[in-house]
């Protein structure tokens, strides 16, 4: 079989990435434990970004302590869903990504510098890619067999004072994981039909 030969989910994995997959909210009581978590980066890692200059900083608060430092900065109805978390990830991105671009993207060393000498690229590919590398952990986390409760909702200045103080890492937005209570899901809300969001050119 050569690489490129025919290889795909089958339907139960399909489901599990996507058709079954919900957003939650409530979770049952089941720990994440931290090999779990370093399993959803070992994963979410390979997937692409600009210049593979993998912008994405992520902090795991595991533990009730750490999540109470995050509590001042949530929106009141984003509080109880992320207290009662196993896991929230803070997904951001580092401003200076492109210091580590020896390494991941040795080829090319002229993308460094003009990186390096334009902070307004320097944002937008790190954001532009830190926020396809959430997407990444997410899919990542239900591979693993892992829910999901993304969240933009809290204040992302106070979240990168009282985490990421003294480095250029900005918060784009939280990930609560764990094990979510499918009980408690509201209906599946509609998506956009292929014609509404797709041109076949
Ligand atoms: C980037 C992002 C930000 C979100 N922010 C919030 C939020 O602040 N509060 C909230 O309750 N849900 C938030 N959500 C959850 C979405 O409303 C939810 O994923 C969407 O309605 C799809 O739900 P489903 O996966 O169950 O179909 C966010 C989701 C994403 C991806």
Known sequence: M???AACTLDEAGLDLLFRRARTHDRWSER???DATLRQVYDLMRWGPTSANGCPARIAFLRTRAARE???PALLPGNVDKTM???VTAIV???LRFYERLPLLHPHDPNIRRILESSPVLAEHTARLSAALQGA???IAARALGLDCGPLQGFDA????REFFSGREIRSLFLCNLGH???THVRPRAARLPFEDACELL
């Open 2 to 4: 050569t690489a490129s």
């Open 31 to 33: 720990d994440v434990t």
């Open 69 to 71: 430092r995050l509590r």
């Open 84 to 86: 009662s978390a196993p």
């Open 92 to 94: 951001g991105m580092d």
């Open 136 to 138: 990444y952990l997410i």
């Open 157 to 160: 200045s106070a979240v990168d």
């Open 180 to 182: 979510g209570d499918r």
